[in-house]
C-alpha cells in the first residue's frame, strides 16, 4: 500500500456553465472536443468504477486502504454527475451527445457489468479482478492526464474557458490525488505471484487500445455533430498534433510512456504526477472553495 499524505474525501462543487461557449478554447475546435470526450465517456465510467469498488468492498481488510476506497467512491460519484451537466449544457447549444453516450451506457452497465457478458463462464470473483485490474489501468492515465492539465500553461494563454478550466484542474487534482488508490485496492483483492501481475499487464494491454479508440471516436462524433462546424471540419491526426505543439493537448510519447512505467513489477502509482501541485490547486479551486 501507498503512504498517503491527505485523507481522500469527496468536495462539494458548483460549476456555471450559462457563459461557457461551445468552443470553450477559443479557435480551437479541435482541442476543445478532445477535452469534450471526457464529459461523454466519464458519466456512465465513474459509475462503473462506483459500483465495482462497491462490490470489493467486503474484502477490505486494510483499515486505511477500505478508508480510501470510500474516498475514492465518492470522489468519482461527484465527477461522474459534474461531467453529466457538461452534457446539459452541450445539448442546449445544439450539441446532442445522446447517440454516442448510448453506447458508453452499454460497455459499462452491459459488457462490464456485475455478471461477465454473453454468458461467458468466468468465475465472479474472477470477473471482479480483472474489472478492478482494467480501472487500476485507466487511473494510470487518468492520473498522467490530471498532472498534465494543471501544469498546461498554454490553455491559460489561449484563454480557455475559466469555468470548464476550473473543472478539468479539480478533476485532475482529484485524480493525482487518489492515484494509488485503484492500484493498491486490486493489488489487496487480485491474488498473488506471478498471476495478479499478468492479470495487470494484460488488463493495460487491453485498456490501452481500447480507450484510444474510444477517444478518436468520441472526437470524431463530437466535430461531426457541432453545429457552429456544420460539416466544414473533420477530426484529424494533422490538426490533433497542431494542437499538441501549441501545448493545448498532452503529447503522445507522455501519454504512451504511461503504459512501460506500468508494466514494471515494482510499479506503484504514488510515482505519478506532483501531490503538491495537486492539492495546491485544490486549496484555490474557485468550484471548491465556493461551496467549502
Same mark, same amino acid.
Given at each position: 500500500m501507498s503512504d498517503h499524505r491527505y485523507a481522500i474525501t469527496p468536495r462539494r462543487v458548483s460549476f456555471d456553465w450559462t457563459r461557457t461557449p461551445l468552443?470553450?478554447?477559443p479557435g480551437e475546435p479541435t482541442a476543445t472536443h478532445v477535452f469534450n470526450v471526457l464529459h461523454l465517456l466519464l458519466p456512465a465510467g465513474e459509475r462503473w468504477f462506483v459500483k465495482v469498488f462497491r462490490e470489493g468492498l467486503p474484502l477490505v481488510r486494510d483499515p486505511e486502504l477500505r478508508s480510501d476506497v470510500k474516498g475514492f467512491m465518492g470522489q468519482e460519484a461527484t465527477h461522474s454527475v459534474q461531467h453529466a451537466q *457538461?452534457?446539459?449544457?452541450l445539448k442546449a447549444q445544439? +450539441?446532442?451527445?445522446a447517440e454516442f453516450t448510448k453506447y458508453a451506457d452499454f460497455l459499462f452497465e452491459r459488457l462490464l457489468g456485475e455478471r461477465p457478458p454473453l454468458g461467458l463462464p468466468i468465475p465472479q470473483p474472477e470477473w471482479l479482478r480483472w474489472r478492478l485490474a482494467t480501472i487500476a489501468a485507466i487511473e494510470q492515465f487518468t492520473a498522467v492526464l490530471g498532472d498534465w492539465v494543471l501544469a498546461a500553461d498554454a490553455l491559460d494563454r489561449a484563454k480557455a474557458d475559466e469555468v470548464m478550466l476550473d473543472l478539468l484542474r479539480w478533476h485532475g487534482a482529484e485524480e493525482v490525488e487518489h492515484r494509488a488508490v485503484a492500484f493498491d485496492m486490486y493489488q489487496h483483492c487480485g491474488g498473488r505471484g506471478m498471476p495478479r501481475y499478468a492479470?495487470? +499487464?494484460a488488463a493495460m494491454a487491453v485498456t490501452a487500445p481500447a480507450m484510444l479508440y474510444l477517444w478518436a471516436w468520441g472526437t470524431a462524433y463530437l466535430i461531426r455533430h457541432d453545429p457552429q462546424l456544420a460539416g466544414r471540419l473533420r477530426y484529424s491526426l494533422t490538426e490533433h498534433n497542431t494542437a *499538441?505543439?501549441?501545448g493545448l493537448l498532452p503529447a503522445w510519447r507522455e501519454l504512451g510512456a504511461a503504459i512501460p512505467r506500468y508494466f514494471q513489477r515494482s510499479y506503484h502509482p504514488s510515482r505519478e504526477g506532483s501531490m503538491s501541485r495537486a492539492v495546491e490547486y485544490l486549496r484555490r479551486s474557485p468550484a471548491a472553495t465556493a461551496t467549502a
Open positions: 468552443h470553450w478554447i *457538461v452534457l446539459d449544457h445544439q +450539441l446532442d451527445t492479470r495487470r +499487464l *499538441v505543439r501549441k
